[in-house]
């Protein structure tokens, strides 16, 4: 891992570009040493940058977390194929008419999380080696299928938040089941992009002993802000 930039913020937050490799990623680090852990991820083409993930990011951190995001292939500075723009655009014109969309999404998110998953892997790997970085780690983002997926085959997530939920791939769905540590859920009740029975019928498959839902109106980018300080009191119960 190699730092290439970095800024201090204020409260004693550290906020560091970094590499490993072919992957892009931000470290937000707290003054305290060492923190807990926090995964933050984004999908659907948007980069580390987003402002909606880097202000929940820098707000965690003040909150005494180190958190790290990556961009995921396809995301961000990283190189996009043909292909999948064509996806991509072909997904969002197919959403705006209101047709079938299971399939496209099918074929192109489900490799997305299979090729993300290693490098997140990577990246916590070479996080846990920092000394300012102590564990035990947490999942928070709207990738719901990735973190599901990375919530089954890493023992080293304890806690887990998810976002929206409601177009998951069909493996994903089915591994929510064997998903149990504790869940936070965040539903966005008017989601036109996340259809709402399908993301109760997630959160219900879920096979974690502690699972809180949590539904507010409004659309998909309205979450109220009080749901980030509930978030972080959700982060506070299970990795400090």
């Known amino acids: 891992m190699q730092f290439t930039s970095e800024q201090r913020l204020g409260g004693g937050v550290l906020e560091r570009e970094f590499t490993l490799g072919e992957i892009p990623g931000t470290l937000w680090t707290p003054g305290a040493a060492p923190a807990p852990l926090v995964l933050m991820a984004h999908n659907n083409g948007l980069p580390k940058a987003e402002p909606r993930l880097v202000a929940r990011a820098r707000y965690t951190a003040a909150r005494g977390y180190a958190v790290a995001t990556i961009d995921a292939a396809g995301c961000g500075d990283r190189p996009r194929s043909a292909a999948d723009e064509q996806a991509r655009a072909d997904l969002r014109r197919a959403m705006q008419a209101d047709e079938p969309v299971d399939e496209i999404f099918e074929s192109f998110i489900g490799p997305l ?54 177009y998951v791939p069909r493996a994903q769905r089915e591994e929510a089941r064997q998903v149990t540590i504790p869940l936070l859920f965040l539903l966005q009740w008017d989601d036109d992009g996340n259809p709402r029975q399908r993301a109760l019928d997630l959160f219900d498959a879920f096979g974690s002993k502690e699972k809180t839902l949590h539904a507010n109106l409004g659309g998909h980018t309205g979450t109220p802000w009080f749901e980030l300080e509930d978030g972080c009191r959700f982060l506070d119960r299970h990795l400090k």
């Open 113 to 166: 999380v299979e090729n993300a998953v290693p490098e997140w892997q990577t990246t916590l790997d070479a996080l846990l080696e920092l000394p300012e970085i102590g564990g035990p780690v947490g999942y928070s983002g709207g990738w719901t299928a990735l973190g599901i997926r990375l919530a089954v085959v890493e023992p080293r997530i304890a806690a887990a938040g998810f976002f929206a939920g409601g």
